[in-house]
């Protein structure tokens, strides 16, 4: 006999949620009873994929830079305001941009680009969703770092990498601090997932992401709806004694010295 949907009655906002690990987890989110507000800058898709979910009735799309307060602020008000609370924040949305290389070779600009994207957006999706899961006594934050944040690239970006250990130390005191009122946070750390940037790097230096595969015991890169799987772990009740963690899925990356070929 099927279960009670883990997710049911919760309200969910997804930064970057119309494709990769965002899309895989609002799909998951639904299936599990969440109503969902879809965060991202792609309207076609994300409107194409509120239909696809069955309407407004199970979700929403906001059009919303990560980087702007104002936008962001208004991204987790129309989930108070459409579905009533707001319960599960996953703070997904980042970039990988092929600038970002080598701290020889990457210049300021694309440095505070993807610490923006990355970092900032993090904090200021945080401070948006604190204030109601507070006043609830109850919520789940979920913020993407990586495996990055524990140990040093095969393959050198240095602003994420610097980015993701920021998501990682930010996901610790805020667990910390917020733990006695109700509010989890941890942060979500994959491996190389199948997602449309790794399929870019792969178009555009595919000796850079042969060099990761390599180092992944399993043998093959993550798929989407495996960290879907884990972010719905860290949203709903079965991990209610979990905070401040570092989730890592990761193909057994993090814990190999020399992978056999």
């Given at each position: 006999?099927a279960g009670?949907?883990?997710?049911?009655?919760?309200?969910a906002?997804?930064t970057?949620g119309?494709?990769?690990?965002?899309?895989?987890?609002?799909q998951r989110?639904?299936?599990?009873g969440?109503?969902?507000?879809v965060g991202?800058i792609?309207d076609?898709?994300g409107?194409a994929?509120?239909g696809q979910?069955?309407?407004?009735d199970?979700?929403?799309?906001?059009?919303v830079?990560?980087?702007?307060k104002?936008?962001v602020d208004a991204l987790f008000?129309t989930?108070k305001e459409?579905?009533?609370?707001?319960?599960v924040?996953?703070?997904?949305a980042?970039?990988s941009?092929?600038?970002?290389d080598?701290i020889?070779d990457?210049?300021?600009?694309?440095?505070?680009r993807?610490?923006?994207?990355?970092?900032?957006?993090?904090?200021?999706?945080c401070k948006a969703?604190?204030?109601?899961?507070?006043?609830?006594?109850?919520?789940?934050i979920?913020n993407?770092?990586?495996?990055?944040?524990?140990?040093g690239?095969?393959?050198s970006?240095i602003s994420?990498?610097?980015?993701?250990?920021?998501?990682?130390?930010?996901?610790?005191?805020?667990?910390v601090?917020?733990a006695?009122?109700?509010?989890?946070v941890?942060a979500?750390c994959?491996g190389?997932?199948?997602t449309p940037?790794?399929?870019e790097?792969f178009?555009?230096?595919?000796e850079r992401?042969?060099r990761?595969?390599?180092?992944v015991?399993m043998?093959r890169?993550g798929?989407?709806?495996e960290?879907a799987?884990?972010?719905?772990f860290l949203?709903s009740?079965?991990?209610?004694?979990?905070?401040?963690?570092t989730?890592?899925?990761?193909?057994?990356?993090?814990?190999a010295y020399?992978?056999?070929?």
């Open positions: 006999m009670r949907p883990r997710l049911e009655g919760k309200v906002v997804v970057g119309c494709s990769g690990i965002g899309l895989a987890t609002v989110f639904v299936e599990e969440a109503k969902v507000v991202d792609d076609e898709s409107h994929l509120v979910l069955g309407g407004g199970f979700a929403t799309y906001v059009r830079d990560v980087t702007d104002e936008q008000a989930a459409t579905y009533g609370s707001v319960d924040a996953f703070n997904n980042g970039i941009p092929p600038e970002d080598s020889l990457t210049d300021l600009e694309a440095w505070r993807v610490q923006e994207v990355n970092l900032t957006s993090v904090y200021l999706c969703a604190l204030p109601y899961m507070i006043e609830q006594q109850r919520g789940s979920i993407t770092a990586s495996f990055v944040a524990v140990m690239a095969a393959t970006q994420y990498s610097a980015s993701k250990g920021g998501v990682l130390s930010m996901t610790r005191e805020l667990g601090q917020f006695r009122q109700g509010v989890r941890n979500l994959p190389p997932v199948n940037l790794l399929r790097l178009a555009s230096d595919p992401a042969a990761r595969l390599v180092h015991p043998g890169f798929e989407p709806e960290m799987n884990a972010v719905l949203a009740d079965e991990s209610s004694f979990m905070t401040a963690s989730f890592l899925v990761d193909g057994g990356i993090s814990g020399v992978t056999p070929l």
